[in-house]
């Protein structure tokens, strides 16, 4: 049986997804500051966290569990990230990615993510996502999906 830590996922406040991330050393490049590719991760946590609390899984959408509607099995991929780095984090900081939703198309998502330590700014993206099918074909968002969704800010 799988524990339930709900607060992992961070947490859902209006419009608006936070999630607390540590530092750790192995995010972090030889001086000590956060290796730019970390941040793609961290983002991409937020984003799938952000999804996990509104009730669209990774796992249930690739089996084709559509909320109790059968169907192929679909994921979410990456289409288009555009990132400014503008200050850096640390080992032992701990930051906050903040992602909200920023335009729903037919087959896309756009999310705007910052990366937050305290009041200060360190990263933004704008991230397009697209759905697909297993075959790599796009596919238009679901109304179950839509319906989970908050409205684009």
Known sequence: ??????????????????????????????????????????????????????????????????GGDEGEGLAFTVRR?????????????????ETTLKELGGARVVVDQTVRRGAEVLATAVVTVALINAAGQPRRLPDWIRAKLPPPS
Do not use: C, Q
């Open 1 to 66: 049986m799988t524990a339930t830590w709900p607060h992992l996922s961070g947490r859902l406040d209006g419009n608006r997804h936070i999630l607390p991330v540590r530092i750790y050393f192995e995010d972090t490049d030889f001086s000590g500051v956060v290796y730019h590719g970390s941040y793609v991760r961290f983002m991409e946590r937020g984003r799938t966290d952000f999804l996990r609390l509104l009730g669209v899984g990774h796992e249930a959408l690739a089996r084709g569990d559509h």
């Open 81 to 97: 990230m555009t990132i400014d780095f503008l200050k850096p984090a640390r080992i032992d900081d701990l930051v906050e990615v």
